[in-house]
C-alpha cells in the first residue's frame, strides 16, 4: 500500500490504548532481561549489596538494586506472518490476529528491533493456484506508518503455508542479526488445491526443518479450533494464543527463550 487511507488512522486510534498496553505488558515481563541485555540499573531485588534509595519504603522489602553490564553482541529480528485465508473472517480470528501482529510490531519499534509483518493467501487464475503475499510492514519502513497499513489486514481465499514460509523465513536470512524468530499466526491447518492433510504436514515439516537448520526459529501461533493439529504439526514450536489476554506471557516466554 502506497498511500495510506486516512480511515486507517481512525481505526487505529480505536484499538492503539489496548494494543500499547499489551506492549507494555509484554515489556515488563521481559524487562529482566532486557535491562540485562542493555545494561543500566535493575531495582526492585529482594537482596543484594546496594539500597536502593528510591525503594526505601516499599513494604515488599524489594529494597536492593544492582549494575548490570550490558551483554555483547547480542542482536535479535522478528517476522510475523499472517494467515489470510477465509476461514479466518469467522469468530473475530483476523481481528485477533491483526491485534497480536500490532503488539508485536509496536514492542519491537519501541525496541528498536528490527521488525517486518507478511500475511499469505492464494488466488485461483483457472489454470492454476497462485500464493498471494501481502507486505504490512517491512524491516526498513519508507514512511513510518506501517502501523497503519497493518490495519488494512483482511481475508481472502486458501492457505499454503508451506510457500509463504519459506518466502518470509529467506528475508529473515538475509537479516545480520543473530537471533532470527519468526512467528505465525493462523486459525488451522493449511488449505489449498492439492494441499492438505498429510501432504501438506510433510511440506510444513520440511519448510521447519529447513529454515532451523539455517537459523531462522519458527513457531506457529493457533488463535482458531485447530489447535491440536497445529501442535500436532510444530511440536515445540507450537504456540497458543487463543487467549488474547495471556498473549503477553506468552510471547514473553518465547523471546526469553532464546535472549537469557
Do not use: W
Amino acid at each position: 500500500m502506497t498511500t495510506v487511507p486516512l480511515r486507517l488512522e481512525k481505526e487505529y486510534k480505536m484499538i492503539a490504548p489496548e494494543i500499547n498496553r499489551i506492549s507494555k505488558r509484554l515489556e515488563a515481563s521481559l524487562e529482566e532481561v532486557l535491562e540485562r541485555l542493555e545494561g543500566g540499573t535493575q531495582s526492585g531485588l529482594y537482596m543484594g549489596k546496594r539500597l536502593s534509595r528510591g525503594n526505601l519504603y516499599r513494604l515488599d522489602d524489594k529494597i536492593f538494586e544492582k549494575t548490570i553490564k550490558p551483554e555483547e553482541g547480542f542482536s535479535i529480528a522478528f517476522a510475523v506472518l499472517l494467515d489470510l485465508s477465509g476461514s479466518m473472517s469467522s469468530g473475530g480470528r483476523i481481528e485477533s490476529a491483526q491485534k497480536a501482529g500490532l503488539v508485536m510490531y509496536t514492542f519491537c519499534r519501541n525496541l528498536g528491533i528490527p521488525v517486518m509483518l507478511y500475511g499469505h493467501t492464494t488466488h485461483d487464475t483457472g489454470y492454476t493456484e497462485v500464493v498471494d503475499i501481502y507486505s504490512f510492514a517491512d524491516f526498513d519502513s519508507v514512511d513510518n506508518q506501517d502501523y497503519l497499513r497493518i490495519m488494512s489486514v483482511s481475508t481472502y481465499d486458501c492457505n499454503r503455508d508451506g510457500v509463504a514460509l519459506r518466502f518470509v523465513g529467506q528475508k529473515l536470512l538475509n537479516r545480520p542479526e543473530d537471533i532470527k524468530i519468526l512467528l505465525m499466526i493462523s486459525d488451522g491447518q493449511p488449505y489449498a488445491q492439492g494441499y492438505k492433510g498429510e501432504i501438506a504436514k510433510a511440506d510444513l515439516q520440511e519448510a521447519q526443518y529447513s529454515l532451523e537448520k539455517r537459523g531462522v526459529k519458527l513457531f506457529s501461533a493457533a488463535i482458531g479450533d485447530d489447535r491440536e493439529m497445529i501442535e500436532e504439526i510444530y511440536k515445540d514450536g507450537f504456540l497458543n494464543i487463543a487467549d488474547f489476554n495471556t498473549m503477553p506471557v506468552k510471547l514473553a516466554g518465547l523471546i526469553a527463550r532464546f535472549i537469557r
